[in-house]
């Protein structure tokens, strides 16, 4: 068997200064109803994959685009999880393009390789020199407090933002000095990036003042010890996670993104609603 192929494409336009997100889907791929909690200017959408998981050769093709002016953010209503494999690899696919003064936050929850799955999880980013993007990824390992460890298997890793960064791994299940060394993940089994990018580089103000928010931040959080910022570039701020589970990484990122959201876009930092079930 191939598996289940499915694909979505999602475009945002700006219409009357209202942003309207409208799809077309092939397969288990939808979108649920746009939500406006923070008026006309920002589109909220939940992506949902009814079957809840990908086993070996299935394949998650998701294309979005985000016209001029338009404003989208994308989350889901739970995390995606990479089953076991008996050969075959499972693959989720997402490629953006984010247009001219326009804004992309994609905001899935967590995603879980359960123990055996050989799973590819890969993110392309394209901004114009005038777009903006806030994006994070939250992989766990195994299933701990279940006591189902990863033991076996392979999870590839693949987070691009196309002629400005690229961060790309693989973890091996049997690779004991990437997951327990201190140089690796150090015994954890949770791993969370969060990214905001700029078409164009940030103004050295900006920059400034989001690295002093999120050092305060930081400081205050349980995790300070496993989490850093980093800016590879004019354009890019990264903030890193280790963490032995996925709620405490989680608090970080969404603690962080509200802050980024205050300071860089002047907006509040309005959770969907599906964070709070």
Same mark, same amino acid.
């Given at each position: 068997?191939?598996g289940w192929?499915?694909s979505?494409?999602?475009?945002y336009?700006?219409?009357a200064q209202?942003?309207?997100a409208?799809?077309v889907?092939n397969?288990p791929?939808?979108?649920?109803?746009? &939500?406006?909690?923070?008026?006309?200017?920002?589109c909220?959408?939940? @992506?949902?994959?009814? /079957?809840? =998981? %990908?086993? $070996?050769?299935?394949?998650?093709?998701?294309?979005?685009d985000?016209?001029?002016?338009?404003h989208?953010?994308?989350?889901t209503?739970?995390?995606?999880?990479?089953?076991r494999?008996?050969?075959?690899?499972?693959?989720?696919?997402?490629?953006?393009r984010?247009g001219p003064?326009?804004?992309?936050?994609?905001?899935?929850l967590e995603?879980?390789?359960?123990?055996?799955?050989?799973a590819?999880?890969?993110?392309?980013?394209?901004?114009?020199?005038?777009?903006q993007l806030?994006?994070?990824?939250?992989?766990?390992?195994?299933l701990?407090?279940?006591?189902?460890?990863?033991?076996?298997?392979r999870?590839?890793?693949?987070?691009?933002?196309?002629g400005?960064? &690229?961060?790309?791994?693989?973890?091996?299940?049997?690779?004991?000095? @990437?997951?327990n060394? /201190?140089l =690796? %993940?150090? $015994?954890?089994?949770?791993?969370?990036?969060l990214v905001?990018?700029?078409?164009?580089?940030?103004?050295?103000?900006?920059?400034?003042?989001?690295?002093?928010?999120?050092?305060?931040?930081?400081?205050a959080?349980?995790?300070?010890?496993?989490?850093?910022?980093?800016?590879?570039?004019?354009?890019?701020?990264?903030l890193?996670?280790?963490?032995?589970?996925?709620?405490p990484?989680?608090?970080?990122l969404?603690?962080?993104?509200?802050?980024?959201?205050?300071?860089?876009w002047?907006?509040?930092?309005?959770?969907?609603r599906?964070?709070?079930l």
């Amino acid at each position: 068997m191939s598996g289940w192929h499915a694909s979505l494409a999602l475009r945002y336009a700006c219409e009357a200064q209202r942003s309207v997100a409208r799809f077309v889907h092939n397969g288990p791929l939808r979108i649920l109803q746009s &939500l406006y909690p923070e008026g006309d200017a920002v589109c909220h959408n939940v @992506l949902v994959h009814p /079957p809840s =998981g %990908l086993v $070996g050769g299935d394949t998650l093709d998701i294309q979005v685009d985000v016209e001029e002016g338009a404003h989208g953010l994308v989350t889901t209503p739970g995390a995606t999880r990479f089953y076991r494999s008996e050969g075959l690899t499972a693959t989720q696919q997402v490629h953006a393009r984010i247009g001219p003064n326009a804004r992309l936050e994609w905001l899935p929850l967590e995603g879980l390789a359960y123990n055996g799955c050989l799973a590819l999880n890969k993110a392309v980013f394209t901004l114009a020199p005038t777009a903006q993007l806030m994006a994070w990824d939250i992989t766990a390992l195994g299933l701990p407090t279940a006591q189902l460890p990863f033991l076996q298997g392979r999870f590839e890793q693949h987070l691009e933002i196309q002629g400005l960064w &690229l961060d790309r791994g693989c973890i091996d299940a049997q690779d004991q000095r @990437l997951l327990n060394s /201190p140089l =690796g %993940l150090n $015994g954890h089994r949770c791993m969370a990036t969060l990214v905001l990018a700029s078409g164009s580089p940030f103004s050295t103000a900006t920059k400034e003042r989001v690295a002093q928010q999120t050092l305060e931040r930081l400081n205050a959080h349980a995790l300070r010890p496993s989490a850093g910022l980093t800016s590879p570039n004019p354009q890019v701020m990264v903030l890193r996670v280790l963490s032995p589970l996925v709620e405490p990484a989680m608090d970080l990122l969404r603690q962080t993104w509200s802050d980024w959201r205050h300071s860089v876009w002047g907006l509040q930092g309005r959770a969907p609603r599906t964070w709070a079930l």
